[in-house]
């Protein structure tokens, strides 16, 4: 009774080295009730792992880290933020630490014993507890350690796939060395060796990760920041534009109230009322072409229709109040200037080609959500990958996507993609 005790107990703190890992690397999600049973559900994962193996007389093996692996993957969708990638990689290398770990422990031990029993209670309350004391001051200098941003965005499939193999691979090499653990002493040395080579080398593999992540994170910085400084200096720009049409507005108006008032004094008030309305008309159409209650979409807004109408690109806007919206200044420059930017540039190339082009822009603020919606013609089908848009050296527009991606993700929202050879769509709910 008290070994049964004792190796639930062991259990338990295996399963909270795993989830204070994952914790360490991933962000959680916001799940309510659930999150009250989020330890339990993985204690009893691994727990029926555990025991299921347990009465198949099996200790270690492939097919109890599979085992234990989608169960883990399956709750790690419901309690964090990830992806299939960010799983595949991160369980088994919290896993496989943790393994590393117990294994290690008992290479140590090797040196002072002749033979390990793993099924005998004694061994396994001696190295038992000396491994879990050995993992919890693993994890804790990988906590300790880990400093990065967790942002997986800069991270290429070929990069996740190149540091997916690692833990695997570490895996796969404590399966391999228990088979031959309880061999001469020459190989329990080699078992020795290569576990503690495993662990460095996984320690070697979080600290390039982190690097990688810290530098892909100052690359976003560095961009959000020149991006910002092209917004502010088209700004200043607009702003001039819009001080010329004002002077040469201003003009057209003085000449046009002098024809007023010299109608009005020749007496004929139908044409002067008539030229009156006209004016008033284009004055309130050129001062208010789009309201939605909030000054900077406002501003972004009406300085993209002009730069549009400029180059004789039409826009049909539906928008809403949305003054509510919680985005900060620079994340609705970042997410309207980006897609704006790429419809007008696009359109450009149709209008180039001697056809049409009209820009069908939606955004409105619906139960606490914003949704927006952008429809652009284009001269060819973009091509779009697992919802990434396969950017080109000619307009160079993926990295002020890959910003708006960031803006949905940090809302917990969702942006999507599509084209045909006549249209692209961008949707997006934050």
């Not at 992806?83 to 369980?91: E, G, L, R, S």
Request: hydrophobic share 50%; aromatic share 12%; with cysteine.
């Amino acid at each position: 009774m008290i070994y049964w005790i004792f190796s639930f107990v062991l259990t338990a703190i295996d399963t909270w080295c795993v989830l204070y890992l994952l914790d360490t690397f991933l962000k959680k999600k916001d799940t309510g009730r659930l999150e009250k049973f989020r330890f339990v559900l993985f204690y009893g994962a691994n727990i029926f792992v555990a025991v299921l193996f347990h009465v198949l007389g099996v200790v270690i093996s492939w097919w109890k880290f599979v085992a234990l692996f989608l169960a883990f993957f399956i709750l790690g969708f419901v309690y964090f933020r990830t992806t299939a990638k960010q799983m595949i990689f991160y369980f088994p290398l919290c896993y496989g630490m943790i393994v590393l770990a117990e294994f290690f422990v008992l290479s140590i031990g090797g040196l002072f014993f002749e033979t390990i029993d793993l099924y005998s209670e004694e061994h396994n309350y001696i190295f038992g507890t000396l491994a879990k004391l050995c993992e919890l001051l693993l994890v804790l200098c990988i906590r300790r350690i880990w400093k990065s941003p967790n942002n997986f965005r800069t991270l290429k499939r070929k990069e996740w796939y190149m540091l997916i193999s690692i833990p695997l691979f570490s895996i796969a090499g404590v399966i391999g060395m228990f088979q031959l653990f309880n061999g001469d002493e020459k190989t329990r040395n080699v078992c020795l060796f290569l576990t503690t080579g495993l662990v460095a080398i996984n320690f070697i593999t979080i600290y390039l990760l982190q690097d990688i992540l810290n530098k892909g994170e100052q690359l976003r910085v560095s961009i959000l920041a020149n991006q910002n400084a092209k917004n502010q200096i088209e700004a200043y720009y607009d702003m001039d534009a819009l001080y010329e049409r004002q002077r040469r507005k201003m003009h057209d108006y003085k000449n046009q109230i002098v024809t007023i008032q010299n109608l009005v004094q020749g007496g004929n008030t139908d044409k002067a009322v008539s030229l009156m309305e006209q004016l008033t008309e284009s004055i309130s159409v050129d001062l208010s072409a789009i309201n939605t209650n909030h000054p900077v979409v406002n501003a972004v807004l009406n300085h993209k229709f002009h730069t549009a109408k400029e180059k004789q690109i039409a826009m049909i806007f539906q928008v809403g109040d949305v003054h509510e919206i919680q985005l900060t200044e620079e994340e609705i420059v970042i997410l309207l200037g980006n897609l704006l930017d790429n419809a007008i540039a696009e359109c450009e190339r149709v209008v180039k080609a001697g056809k049409d082009a009209v820009i069908q822009f939606k955004f409105i603020y619906e139960d606490g959500k914003v949704i927006l919606s952008i429809k652009n013609p284009v001269i060819a089908k973009v091509q779009i990958v697992d919802n990434k848009v396969q950017a080109n050296s000619k307009n160079g527009h993926g990295i002020g996507l890959k910003n708006v991606e960031a803006v949905a993700e940090k809302y917990d929202g969702s942006i999507a993609f599509d084209c045909d050879e006549k249209e692209f769509k961008a949707v997006a709910i934050l």
